[in-house]
């Protein structure tokens, strides 16, 4: 589990911020919203990124996630979801994030994403235009 000193509680250092509201489906028979519903959250703010990426032929597909939960969410509530780009490789990008409410940190994530040719489901290197194109929305930085 990751240490909270690492985990970054401000949403202000996020280069993107997703907004999501708490869906009474959701959640479970006490309002507390379940933890699949945590990681679609997660998932909505990373598709929301990488969808101006994507081709017919290639796309980002996810091989490592992992969620540290940190606090309870209830019904109802507005979600914010921060995102920035922590490292670029040579076929994979990574995503930290964190979810608040209230700008209180509920849950943070980091995922790894490799870029993929969906017909041979085989990773690719990130073309150079993509890698410019993150660093420059984004701030991510070429760690090849």
């Known amino acids: 589990m990751q240490n909270n000193k690492n985990i970054h509680q401000k949403l202000s250092i ?12 959701d959640t479970d028979g006490y309002n507390h919203v379940n933890n699949v519903s945590i990681s679609r959250y997660f998932e909505s703010a990373r598709v929301n990124i990488i969808r101006n990426l994507e081709t017919e032929k290639y796309s980002f597909v996810i091989v490592n996630f992992n969620i540290n939960y940190i ?13 920035y780009i922590s490292r670029i490789g040579n076929k994979s990008i990574t995503f930290d ?7 209180k940190c509920k849950a943070s ?16 290197k990130i073309s150079k235009s993509i ?13 090849t």
Do not use: H
Request: proline share 2%; no cysteine; net charge positive.
């Open 71 to 83: 606090g309870q969410i209830f019904y109802p509530s507005k979600i914010k979801i921060g995102t």
């Open 131 to 143: 890698i410019l194109k993150l660093n420059k929305i984004y701030g991510a930085n070429d760690e």
């Open 97 to 103: 994030q964190a979810l608040f409410v209230n700008n």
């Open 14 to 25: 996020y280069k993107n911020i997703f907004e999501e509201n708490v869906r009474w489906g």
């Open 109 to 124: 994530a980091k995922s790894i994403l490799a870029y993929a040719d969906i017909k041979e489901s085989k990773a690719y």
